[in-house]
């Protein structure tokens, strides 16, 4: 604080194009665009003029207030044991994902073939890679994401028909969004069939008729049903005379040995199933985008839909789910295969490292997949248990936020969704915020 009696700050504030001339400010100019570079520099003005800053001051002050990149979405770390967090944007991309999007992020043959220099079928090797990753599929098509998959079905198939659907299987996703009324505001009307814990081949049978579209059978990804209930598989709804669209949410493509439960698209295929709509940023762990896949004709029908064009999915999404596909397994994937003893080994020499400095121990954790399925299976994971009062200052990190959960009264860092790399981050950020001795302290 300068103190206003040496000093009139606002004699002494420097000019605004005299700051923004400093070399530093320029660089972050071309970098982060002018108007955010002229932002920071007018508040720090301000501040000077204030008397808060010294005139001396003003430039590296800016030069310390400048956003780090042009978005303000920050990278956090996600160490709450929630593996797919939609909160914290679902799967994070593999390395071999996040280089493809480097490479098609320019000027890339998306859509064009290079031999001939003509027009190609857009996104073509990210389809093949998917073809190829689930060879029960006549074809595949990929959109925005698992809801304009569904979109694209009932529009393309149901538009002023029915859809045969079981009342247990009326499911809302998230944020209010009901699969219900995504399908009924897109001109299709919902046969409602058996009853919220039960039902059987027969209810189907009698509902459907002439105006049938398609029989719709929903994973319940969010949620479980227990006690009296029955519901139909897919193996018993293929034997009625009218397609069966499974949405099996998680985007799992083949059976997992870790969630037994749920649905995969091979398996739903191989079950009879005609088509299969999944997310690709659940348990895939891709890119955000609607994978459908299933008989030729209809997804041939699916993708030459006008409606397809308004839910057609960019070079990157397209990149970087083949990426994906095939390149090494995604961060999802290893997540979930990787044992509850190598995760405790790594929260002791993580806690070691904090514990002559904070209160810091390794406790054993119950992880979930989150929003992306198996609503009840507990991961057997470890987790680094910490004040709990560290919960908001390691979220506000400027350096790095870290996102933990708060569970009787201790702040749990759990390492289930954490890149054993990324532990150095973890380290680093709760020392930082442990050394602040402004912290509230509630004990
Ligand atoms: C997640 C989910 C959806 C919606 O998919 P988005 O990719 O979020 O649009 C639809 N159905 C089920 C069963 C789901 O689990």
Known sequence: MTDPHVTDPRRATPRADAVLADPRLQEAARRLGTAAVKR???????????????PGDV?????ADLPRHATALRRVVNATGVVVHTNLGRAPLSAAAVE?????????????DLATGRRARRGRSAMAALAAAVPDAGAVHVVNNGAAALALVTCALASGREIVVARGELVEIGDGFRIPELLESLGARLREVGTTNRVRLADYAAAVGERTAFVLKVHPS????????????????????????????????TPHPRLPDEPSAASALRAGADLVTASGDKLLGGPQCGLMLGRADLVEALRRHPFARALRVDKLTLAALEATLTGPPAPVVTALSTSPAVLLERAEAVAARLSPTVDAAA????????????????????????????????????DQPVMGRVER???????????????????????????????????
């Open 40 to 54: 920071v520099v007018a508040t720090t003005l301000d501040r000077c003029r204030a008397g808060e800053i010294a």
């Open 59 to 63: 430039v590296p002050q800016a030069v």
């Open 100 to 112: 493809a999007l480097g490479v098609v992020a320019g000027t890339t043959d998306v859509e064009l």
């Open 222 to 253: 969010n949620f479980v049903v227990s006690g009296f209930t029955s519901s139909v598989a897919i193996s018993e709804l293929a034997s009625l005379p009218v397609p069966v669209v499974a949405d099996i949410g998680s985007g799992l493509l």
């Open 363 to 398: 406790v054993p954790s119950r992880a979930a997949v989150g929003g992306g399925g198996a609503p009840e299976v507990a991961l057997p994971s470890a987790a680094v248990s910490l004040p709990a009062h560290l919960a908001g200052p390691l979220r506000l990190d400027p």
């Open 409 to 443: 009264g201790r702040l749990l860092l759990d390492l289930i969704a954490v890149p054993a790399e990324d532990d150095a981050l973890l380290v680093d950020a709760v020392l930082r915020v442990a050394s602040h001795r402004d912290l509230p302290d509630p004990a």
